[in-house]
């Protein structure tokens, strides 16, 4: 009777555990959560990919943005197409 006991329990905690390995690993963070009013984010690669796609997140939720990029002349082009779209500091 124990060892049947021991059995269910252990069986319950593992589908528990996979579960929740689950939902972690679906789940989307929440970026936001770390964000204060007026705080600042370096992004590395602004200027095209996944770069500028970061770069567009955090202006979105408000935060301050400095952009570093090989290509200078890409960066101000950047630069200059964000502030027409966002209203934070680059």
């Known amino acids: 009777m124990l060892v049947t006991l021991i059995g269910y329990l252990t069986v319950g905690y593992f589908f528990v555990y996979v579960l929740s390995t689950i939902y972690h ?3 989307r963070p929440n970026i936001a959560r770390y964000l204060r009013p007026g705080s600042w984010a370096v992004v590395t690669g602004a200027s095209d990919g996944i770069g500028l796609g970061f ?3 955090l202006a979105r939720l ?3 943005v400095l952009l570093v990029g090989r ?9 200059t197409e964000l ?5 934070v500091d680059f």
Not at 71 to 79: G, S, Y
Not at 83 to 87: I, Q, Y
């Open 25 to 27: 690993l679906l789940r």
């Open 55 to 57: 770069v567009r997140v």
């Open 62 to 64: 408000g935060a301050n």
């Open 71 to 79: 290509n200078e002349e890409k960066l101000r082009a950047t630069i």
């Open 83 to 87: 502030k027409n779209e966002f209203d």
